[in-house]
């Protein structure tokens, strides 16, 4: 990139490219977090994760970065160390997704998996894992989509062949989802998560390659983009409420009466012009400028009915 110069001014001037979705995959070892990254990618992963063999937990980096498409979009996506691995501190292991969690931004995607099938006693280990380490935090919490992986496992027990055996295990599992969100959101909630943070969060189902459920992965893409999407309203609403509280206060400190409703507007419409990252520099430059004559116009008139 050049250095000062006309040439560097132009190109800081362009509207910034979107940064693209991350994905952070954290689970227990062996349920299959590192095949749900391959799957998601496919032929586009720039190196492949390494899927354990089931005798001993992978071993990689804490947090594995993978690059690729997840279904047309370019995305990054951490495979991460699996909790319960008795080599390795749970508590250290969550400390490091957390702080991860924290310092990728807002269009971030947490996929918790769990293994479909799980009893009860380790669903509850999971919850009171989770809990201590996100606690009531809506902002971490609203990144969060629960994956319940190696679905192709499922085993049907009708056995008649005159039924559709493909569209009863769909119904079978979304079933088992809704129960299975019941039950962890019951754990949760005995560990001080308020219920209706977990009741929000989507739950979604993950297959190896070659199973019979591979329509899975739209649908979790599906439900990638509506958290995404969700985040970037609660960006732009917050930047903008932000701007308008601060546009309030300096305009009622400049015009106690008149620049309230102005310095809300001004604000409002600065927050919003922010998130969307269009207003060029001298734009905004120009903007602040119309904004303090307006002050100074209603300043004058002020003083002038003073006068009189």
Not at 217 to 246: M, T
Request: hydrophobic residues 30%; charged residues 30%; contains cysteine.
């Amino acid at each position: 990139m050049a250095e000062g110069g006309e040439e560097n001014l132009q190109e800081t001037d362009q509207p910034k490219a979107e940064d693209p979705l991350t994905i952070i995959v954290i689970g227990r070892t062996g349920v299959g977090k590192s095949a749900l990254v391959n799957s998601l990618l496919g032929d586009t992963i720039d190196r492949e994760a390494i899927v354990t063999d089931g005798l001993q937990p992978t071993d990689h980096d804490i947090l594995e970065k993978h690059e690729g498409s997840f279904c047309g979009e370019q995305v990054v996506v951490y495979d991460t160390k699996g909790l319960g691995n008795p080599r390795l501190d749970d508590d250290d292991l969550m400390k490091h997704y957390l702080a991860a969690i924290k310092t990728q931004g807002n269009r971030l995607i947490v996929l918790i998996c769990q293994k479909l099938g799980e009893s009860y006693d380790t669903n509850r280990r999971f919850a009171k894992l989770l809990a201590r380490h996100f606690g009531d935090s809506y902002n971490t919490w609203k990144k969060c989509i629960f994956v319940l992986t190696k679905a192709n496992q499922y085993k049907n027990k009708e056995t008649s062949d005159e039924v559709d055996h493909g569209t009863i295990t769909k119904t079978k599992l979304r079933v088992y989802s809704e129960e299975w969100k019941i039950v962890f959101r019951q754990c949760l909630c005995e560990y001080g998560i308020p219920g209706k943070i977990i009741s929000e969060r989507p739950v979604c189902f993950a297959g190896l390659n070659g199973s019979d459920l591979e329509d899975w992965i739209k649908p979790l893409f599906g439900k990638c983009k509506s958290v995404d999407e969700a985040q970037k309203y609660s960006a732009s609403s917050g930047r903008k409420l932000r701007g308008a509280v601060i546009g309030a206060t300096v305009g009622g400190i400049v015009l106690p009466l008149a620049g309230v409703p102005i310095g809300f507007g001004a604000g409002w419409y600065v927050g919003k012009k922010s998130y969307m990252k269009k207003i060029k520099k001298k734009e905004k430059n120009k903007k602040i400028e119309e904004i303090a004559k307006l002050y100074q116009k209603e300043e004058d008139k002020r003083n002038q009915e003073d006068e009189n």
